[in-house]
C-alpha cells in the first residue's frame, strides 16, 4: 500500500550505513515515520532539515509496518532558520513539540496549517514570539486542552480578566481571584487576542501556555518533561527583554 503527502520534517536520525529514519507530520496522514533509502548521501542529507517542507511518498506491505518514504523537496527553511538565535531556537522549540505531543499517525490538518504558516515567519523575530505563542495555544486546543477565557469562573465577568486557573484553563477576574491571585496564572491581554503584545506579556503568556502543556498535556500522554528545546526557545526570548 502506499499514499502521498505534504509534511514538514520534524526529526531525522541515522538508520544502519547510509538509510534515515525520518518523522513528517504529513496534511492527511498526520506524524508518520519512513525509512529513507540513502538517506545519509550527499545528494539527499541536505534535504532532510528539520522544518524542511517535503512531498513524501510512503510505500509499506502492510499499513502498520514502518515503510519507506522516497521524498523531494517543497521548500527548505534552513536560511531562515540558521538567521539567528531566536529563529533557530524556535524552530527546534516547534518541531520537538509537534514529536513530543502528536499521536502518530492521526490527522491534525488545522494545526498543520498554523504551523505551516508559523515556520514561514521564521527569521522574523519581532512578530515570532507572538505567532509561535498563538500556536501552542492552538495546539492546546486542538488536543484537548484549551484554555475558556471568555468570562470569569467566580463571577461571570468579562471585563477585567486577569488570571487563569492552572485547574480548569478557565479565566479568573482580579476580584474573582481574591486571596488566590498568588495560586493562579497570568492572563495578559495578548492571550485572547487583545492589546499590542509586547515582549513581556508575551513571556507571561508563554509562562501560562507552558504550565498547560507540561502539567496537562504532557501527563495525559504518558511523557515528562517537555523537550528541553522549549525552554531553551523561551529562555532565548527572554534574554532580550
Same mark, same amino acid.
Given at each position: 500500500?502506499?499514499?502521498? $503527502? ?7 536520525? =541515522? ?10 507530520? *504529513? /496534511?492527511?496522514?498526520?506524524? +508518520? ?6 538517506? *545519509? ?21 502492510? /499499513? ?43 490527522? +491534525? #490538518? ?14 522574523? $523575530? ?28 467566580? *463571577? ?18 482580579? /476580584? ?15 492571550? =485572547?487576542? /487583545? ?11 508563554? =509562562? ?7 502539567? +496537562? ?5 504518558? +511523557?515528562?518533561?517537555? #523537550? ?9 526570548? *527572554?534574554? =532580550?527583554?
Amino acid at each position: 500500500m502506499d499514499w502521498r $503527502d505534504h509534511g514538514i520534517l520534524l526529526t531525522t536520525r =541515522r538508520h544502519g550505513e547510509t538509510a534515515a529514519i525520518i518523522e513528517v507530520f *504529513t /496534511e492527511d496522514h498526520g506524524r +508518520h515515520a519512513g525509512v529513507v533509502r540513502g538517506g *545519509t548521501s550527499r545528494k539527499i542529507a541536505p534535504i532532510l532539515q528539520p522544518g524542511a517542507q517535503l512531498d513524501v511518498l510512503w510505500r509499506a506491505r502492510l /499499513e502498520e509496518h514502518l515503510g519507506t518514504f522516497q521524498v523531494e523537496p517543497l521548500r527548505s527553511r534552513a536560511a531562515a532558520a540558521f538567521s539567528g538565535r531566536m529563529a533557530l531556537a524556535g524552530l527546534n522549540a516547534a518541531v520537538a513539540l509537534l514529536s513530543f505531543c502528536l499521536p502518530e499517525r492521526e490527522p +491534525h #490538518p488545522a494545526i498543520y496549517k498554523q504551523t505551516e504558516q508559523l515556520l514561514d515567519l521564521l527569521g522574523q $523575530d519581532e512578530i515570532w514570539p507572538l505567532a509561535y505563542m498563538r500556536w501552542e495555544l492552538a495546539l492546546l486546543e486542538e488536543l484537548g486542552f484549551g484554555m475558556d477565557l471568555s468570562a470569569c469562573a467566580v *463571577t461571570g465577568a468579562t471585563e477585567g480578566l486577569a488570571f487563569v486557573s492552572p485547574k480548569t484553563g478557565r479565566a479568573v477576574s482580579a /476580584e474573582g481571584a481574591g486571596e488566590w491571585a498568588g495560586k493562579l496564572l497570568p492572563l495578559p491581554p495578548c492571550l =485572547r487576542g /487583545e492589546g499590542q503584545a509586547p515582549d513581556d506579556e508575551i513571556a507571561a503568556a508563554l =509562562r501560562t501556555t507552558g504550565y498547560f502543556l507540561e502539567h +496537562h498535556l504532557a501527563p495525559s500522554l504518558g +511523557h515528562n518533561p517537555l #523537550p528541553d528545546a522549549r525552554a531553551r526557545f523561551v529562555d532565548q526570548f *527572554t534574554r =532580550r527583554l
